[in-house]
């Protein structure tokens, strides 16, 4: 099994969501992350698709894309080179140990201080989706209140 983040270039037309994730559903594939925005064009979308399955498959799910009506271009970004994030925001519980260790997880995680109160404090984090784990499982131990993520969203990065 393989990974791979496609940056879909899509019209912004009414159900082009619905046909894509459909597409994925049909063929039986697991989406681990499915982002869109608006892009600085008004009649563009990008949708950004994470998908893990065996390297054939994935051929043909940018082959079954690129001939969707809607779909202006698809690009496979390559996970080790190309620009790729993911933002969270983890509410935490304060305690004496935990409000010792917080200057320490702000500059080893560079993440920013949200919002606080006498008992819970709410982080930041944008980073890579190993750094956003490792950031939760370093402050899991101190009771994680509660926590959201976002998808995945990316760009390839400039070529010279």
Partial sequence: MKPMIL?????????VIARVSSLFTRR???ITS?????THEPTISRLTVAVTEEEQSLLQIQRQLEKLEDIKDVIVLDTEKDVIR??????????????NKIK?????????????????VIFQICSTREG?????EEVRPYGICESV????????TVQN
């Fill in 28 to 30: 039986g594939f697991t």
């Fill in 7 to 15: 940056s879909v270039m899509a019209k912004n037309n009414s159900g």
């Fill in 104 to 120: 320490t997880l702000t500059q080893k995680y560079d993440v920013s201080i949200i919002d606080v109160n006498s008992t819970e």
């Fill in 86 to 99: 993911e933002l969270a925001l983890i509410k935490v519980s304060l305690s004496d140990e935990f409000n």
């Fill in 149 to 156: 993520r976002t998808g995945v969203v990316a760009l390839a």
């Fill in 34 to 38: 499915f982002t869109g925005e608006d």
């Fill in 132 to 136: 956003v784990e490792s950031f939760i």
